[in-house]
Structures are given as C-alpha cells and as structure tokens.
C-alpha cells in the first residue's frame, strides 16, 4: 500500500478516535457523527429560515415539507448553478445564524487542537432532482467525481457533510476509496473535472448512504460526488470542511503544485 494512504488512515483514525460523539465508523478514512439533537434542530431551524427568506416570500413557512414545496415553486436567484445558496446583505442576519448553529456543531465535536484552519464561507446547498441543463459542461460540477483537492483544498483537507433536509435516501452524495496504488498528485488542483474522470475510476464506491441528520468527516483522499437515483426528490445539505493536522503528511507535499491554469489557488483562498 502507498505510503501516504498509510499516514492518512492512521492520521484519520487517531483523529476521530478524538471526538467524544458516538459514531459509525465507515471505514479508515471516513465516519458518519450522530449529532446532539438540540444543536442540529437549531441548525436545520436556521437555514429553514435563511432559504425562506431567500426566496423573498411573504408565505410563512413552519416546516421541513412546506419548505420543500416552497423551493419547488420558486427559483433561487442568489443560487450557483452548483446549488450553492449565497449570503446577500439582506439575508446576512439569516445566514450569520446558521453559521453560528454550524461552529456550535464543531465546537461539540472537541477537536478545537487538531484543527488548522476551517473553510468559510461554508455551502448551504440544494440539490433538485434533475441536473440543471449545461451544469456538466462546467470546470467542476459536484456531478463528478471529485476530489476537493481538484479546487484548490489543501491535502489535509477533511470533507464535511451535513445532510439537513429532502429525500437524502436517494439524492446523496456517492464516496470512492482510494486504491492501494493512490499517489498524491491525483488529490492537486485541476482545471476541469471531466478530464479527470480516469483519476475517479481506479477508486472503489463505498456501500454508504447517509442519513437525514448525520455529519459526514471524510479524508481528501476519499472522492465523491452528487448522485440522484431516478424518481428522486430535492436534497438540502451543508459541505465544507477543515484542515487537520497531519505533520507526517506534509512531506507528501511540499512541492505540490497550487495552481490553474495560471491562477494562484491558495493565494486567492488566503486572500
């Protein structure tokens, strides 16, 4: 097995072993939390509020399915073509709230030491059940598979996904375990997902499918992507994540190359 794959399990396992939640270990290199139920109603009470509002209706919205019928009936203008719901200066209240019911979520998992640093702004994220039409034609749609790595995060990155709302038995994100043979430059910035999509097929699906309310931590190293089954309803859900500390790691990738196509990914991420 590759040597780096080796450190990131070990790594990944020492780190989780830390977290005083109780949990479902997956495999070596991922984990689904069970969250306290007061902390991730007041998550999910909160971004309820911050989608209502960004729909600017005057309808007064008090649950989950009238949430759900609300956003099948009005198209999102501050929503990327990833469905990345964005904060404007009239929902910044809304969306402040749902970040500090997030960092309270974190700050329950009690890993404040083993953090780096985090990634904000973090996505709020809907996901219909048909691909909008071009989305595939883009650099990076979430429909391939990816590694986060391919936009620019860092290799001690670790995924975090938070899955709130919506028929998440069959609108999800699909995760790939790397193979005994991963090398560390697949994880490097890449211009276009599509072209990559061979880096994607050495890695093997993962017999996973989460569940309404779970927190998701996966290494860098472990790919994924949105994927609908037919008939499927809308997914909202939370992705972002953090970098760990991983000293044995980082000579993997001292030299690693940071940028796209001429861009500077880690200078405009610091910036």
């Known amino acids: 097995m590759n040597m780096s794959l080796k450190i990131r399990e070990k790594n990944f396992r020492e780190f989780i072993d830390k977290i005083p939640l109780k949990k479902n270990i997956i495999n070596d290199l991922m984990v689904e939390i069970c969250l306290e139920n007061d902390l991730l109603f007041e998550l999910q009470t909160h971004t309820l509020n911050y989608l ?28 990327t073509p990833n469905g990345s719901v964005i904060s404007k200066k009239t929902i910044s209240l809304e969306y402040n709230l749902v970040a500090k019911s997030y960092f309270k979520l974190i ?32 650099f990076h749609p979430t429909e391939f598979m990816h590694s986060d790595g391919w936009t620019g995060a860092r290799p001690n990155w670790v995924a975090i996904h938070i899955f709130l709302f919506g028929d998440i038995e069959n609108n999800h994100i699909r995760y790939a375990y790397p ?90 991420r610091s910036k």
């Open 179 to 268: 193979p005994d043979d991963f090398q560390e430059n697949w994880l490097a910035p890449k211009l276009k997902s599509a072209e990559h999509q061979y880096i994607g097929e050495k890695f093997k699906i993962i017999d996973y499918t989460p569940k309404k309310g779970s927190m998701i931590l996966a290494d860098n190293s472990v790919i994924h992507q949105s994927f609908r089954k037919d008939q499927s309803g809308m997914r909202i859900s939370l992705d972002t994540g953090f970098d760990i500390s991983n000293p044995e790691l980082a000579k993997f990738y001292s030299s690693r190359e940071v940028s796209l196509d001429g861009i500077n990914v880690e200078k405009i």
């Open 107 to 138: 700050k329950s998992l009690e890993i404040y030491s083993e953090i780096e640093s985090i990634h904000f702004p973090f996505n709020i994220r809907i996901k219909y059940p048909k691909i909008p039409d071009g989305n595939l034609s883009r």
């Open 52 to 79: 209502v509002q960004s729909t600017q209706t005057n309808q007064t919205i008090r649950n989950e399915t009238e949430l759900l019928s609300l956003l099948e009936k009005v198209k999102l203008k501050n929503m």
